[in-house]
Structures are given as C-alpha cells and as structure tokens.
C-alpha cells in the first residue's frame, strides 16, 4: 500500500470520516446543481438523492448533489464526490455500493443501505450526462 | 402513563440521573412508569458503546423491557462510536425517533 495514511495519526486534514464528509457534504448540498442533473432517486425510507455534475472531456470536473437530510447520506454522497473527482465518467459508472461502503469505514450495518441510494444516484446523473452528450453529437433526435 | 427519555445535557445525566436513579429503579420495577424509549445526544453516547459497565446492564434492561434506545447519528459520528453501540442499538435522527416511538408513544417526553 502506498496512499498516504488519511487518519488523525498522520494530521491528514481533511479527514475522510463520516463526520468530516457531513460537514463538507452539508455545503456541497445546498450549491447550485450543475445543468447535467440525474432524475432523483428515493428509498424504501423515504430518503431521495439526485446529483448533478461538470465534465471536462469525459473526466468528471466536479460533482454536486442535493439529498434528503440524512447524515449517512449525506457523508457518503460526499464520498462519491471526493473520490471520483476527476475521474472518467465511464470507470466512476463501475463504483459500487459495495466499494463505497468499504472506503467510508464507520457506518453501522443498518445504515449502509443509504450507499446503495448514492450510488444510484450517481449512475443516473452518469446516465444524463451520456444522453446529454449523444444528443449533441446528434445521436438523439 | 409511559414516557420517553432524552438525554440532551452533559453534566450527571448518565452517570447520576440515568446510572443512579432510572436505571436502578428500572431494574427493580419500581420506576413508577413505563419507558418507551432513551435517546442520547453528544457525549451521553458513550453509555452505549459495548463494554461501557452502566450502558450494558442498561442495554439488558431495554431488552427485557422492550425499552427503544437510540444514539444521535451525528453525534456517534463526530465520536466515531456509530459502529461499535450495543447489539441492535440503533443510530438516527429524529425521523428515526418518532418512527421507531410510533409503535408505542409515550404520554410523556422527558428531556434531561
């Protein structure tokens, strides 16, 4: 393993835990959603997700999300963001729930379902930005 | 009557009025009521990590009761203990409270 510790042992700032990612996650929330918007995706629970993204080529520049008021959520919308900043469209539409849950340690098993809810919420604005482009390219009609 | 308990100050709360006073009478059937529920707010979570020694004979207590108890998710976050509660103590916020009370509210909520 050769990233860099990102715990408290090692002054990392900023932390990647679940109380950190909420606090960025809660202003990350309520910016001004990209034009590229995904549907909204809700839960059994009555949570919804929907995100919104930039894209620089086919790298995703930025990522924004407005989700229902859950700290899980939340935390682990802002995860998605962070991790995949930058990253290609097509390879962040193979990030699993499973995967996110294993970067974000910390989450009781009852509340890891809410990372399935990100994720599909992620893949549907992943999607619009896929129908987006095919339309410009005059794919749609 | 039946109440509910929030847990809300961080002075005695859990090791006096809780550890001293509720508990002990609730383990000896003498509370007066019953209790629906406990939720806790910032450092008074630490009572429900395993191991704490008046959060497991609380944890027994709620479990032979049916006594609902609950962390604040954001609070058990800030202290990285979300993971590590009791067997089925569940984190949450408040739609997660009144949902989980809404099988059986209390007459009373208490916060101390």
Same mark, same amino acid.
């Given at each position: 393993?050769?990233?860099?510790?990102?715990?408290?042992?090692?002054?990392?700032?900023?932390?990647?835990?679940?109380?950190?990612?909420?606090?960025?996650?809660?202003?990350?929330?309520?910016?001004?959603?990209?034009?590229?918007?995904?549907?909204?995706?809700?839960?059994?629970?009555?949570?919804?997700?929907?995100?919104?993204?930039?894209?620089?080529?086919?790298?995703?520049?930025?990522?924004?999300?407005?989700?229902?008021?859950?700290?899980?959520?939340?935390?682990?919308?802002?995860?998605?963001?962070?991790? +995949?900043?930058?990253?290609? $469209?097509? &390879? %962040?539409?193979?990030?699993?729930?499973?995967? #996110? /849950? =294993? *970067?974000?340690?910390?989450?009781?098993? +009852?509340?890891?379902?809410? $990372?399935? &809810? %990100?994720?599909?919420?992620?893949?549907?604005? #992943? /999607? =619009? *930005?896929?129908?987006n482009s095919t339309a410009h390219q005059g794919g749609v009609? | 009557?039946?109440?509910?308990?929030?847990?809300?100050?961080?002075?005695?709360?859990?090791?006096?009025?809780?550890?001293?006073?509720?508990?002990?009478?609730?383990?000896?059937?003498?509370?007066?009521?019953?209790?629906?529920?406990?939720?806790?707010?910032?450092?008074?979570?630490?009572?429900?990590?395993?191991?704490?020694?008046?959060?497991?004979?609380?944890?027994?207590?709620?479990?032979?009761?049916?006594?609902?108890?609950?962390?604040?998710?954001?609070?058990?976050?800030?202290?990285?203990?979300?993971?590590?509660?009791?067997?089925?103590?569940?984190?949450?916020?408040?739609?997660?409270?009144?949902?989980?009370?809404?099988?059986?509210?209390?007459?009373?909520?208490?916060?101390?």
């Amino acid at each position: 393993m050769t990233a860099a510790c990102r715990e408290a042992c090692c002054s990392a700032t900023p932390r990647f835990t679940v109380a950190e990612l909420f606090e960025r996650g809660f202003r990350r929330n309520r910016a001004t959603p990209f034009n590229i918007e995904g549907g909204a995706i809700n839960d059994a629970e009555g949570n919804t997700a929907r995100f919104s993204l930039a894209l620089n080529q086919s790298k995703l520049s930025e990522l924004r999300f407005r989700v229902s008021s859950c700290t899980t959520l939340i935390a682990y919308c802002e995860a998605l963001a962070e991790l +995949l900043h930058g990253r290609d $469209a097509g &390879l %962040a539409a193979q990030f699993t729930p499973r995967e #996110l /849950v =294993a *970067a974000l340690p910390g989450v009781p098993a +009852l509340k890891q379902s809410r $990372a399935v &809810l %990100a994720v599909a919420a992620l893949r549907a604005a #992943l /999607v =619009a *930005a896929q129908t987006n482009s095919t339309a410009h390219q005059g794919g749609v009609t | 009557m039946k109440v509910a308990y929030i847990f809300a100050t961080s002075r005695h709360t859990v090791s006096y009025v809780l550890g001293k006073m509720i508990l002990p009478q609730l383990e000896e059937n003498r509370h007066g009521v019953d209790v629906a529920g406990m939720f806790f707010f910032e450092d008074n979570n630490y009572v429900l990590v395993k191991g704490n020694p008046i959060g497991a004979r609380l944890h027994a207590v709620a479990k032979k009761k049916g006594i609902l108890l609950m962390g604040c998710d954001q609070c058990c976050y800030e202290r990285e203990i979300a993971d590590i509660l009791f067997e089925g103590v569940p984190i949450g916020c408040f739609p997660d409270l009144y949902k989980a009370l809404s099988g059986n509210m209390p007459d009373q909520v208490i916060t101390l």
